[in-house]
Nanobody, 126 residues
Framework: QVQLVESGGGLVQAGGSLRLSCAASGRTFSSYAMGWFRQAPGKEREFVAA????????YYGDSVKGRFAISRDNAKNTVYLQMNSLKPEDTAVYYC???????????????????WGQGTQVTVSS
């Protein structure tokens, strides 16, 4: 069992930056691939980024490539999402997720992940 708590959301102007953090409980954090998803009002949950268990592989959604960076610190049981050059269309609730046995295209699918945080709101003003 893993419990996830996101933080770092807030209100930022377009072009600004935010760094989200997701702290995980439990001793087996490195057993899980980690992902970030987001959901805007009236829209489906969207894949943002994912990282393999030891950080050797990262994956990004097309809309955030080159602007966002995912990283993890297994010693701190934390995954991060650095968001730069933010746009109003990045406004959403951002969720982190943990998945066991994640391979290949599984990283992109929200159904792959076993545990979810409560979400943190990111609002980008124009």
């Amino acid at each position: 069992q893993v419990q996830l708590v996101e933080s770092g959301g807030g209100l930022v102007q377009a072009g600004g930056s935010l760094r989200l953090s997701c702290a995980a409980s439990g001793r087996t954090f490195s057993s899980y691939a980690m992902g970030w998803f987001r959901q805007a009002p009236g829209k489906e949950r969207e894949f943002v980024a994912a990282i393999s268990r030891y950080g050797l592989r990262t994956y990004y959604g097309d809309s955030v490539k080159g602007r966002f960076a995912i990283s993890r610190d297994n010693a701190k049981n934390t995954v991060y999402l650095q968001m730069n050059s933010l746009k109003p269309e990045d406004t959403a609730v951002y969720y982190c997720a943990a998945g066991d046995g994640v391979y290949g295209n599984d990283y992109f699918a929200h159904g792959t992940y076993d545990f979810w945080g409560q979400g943190t709101q990111v609002t980008v003003s124009s």
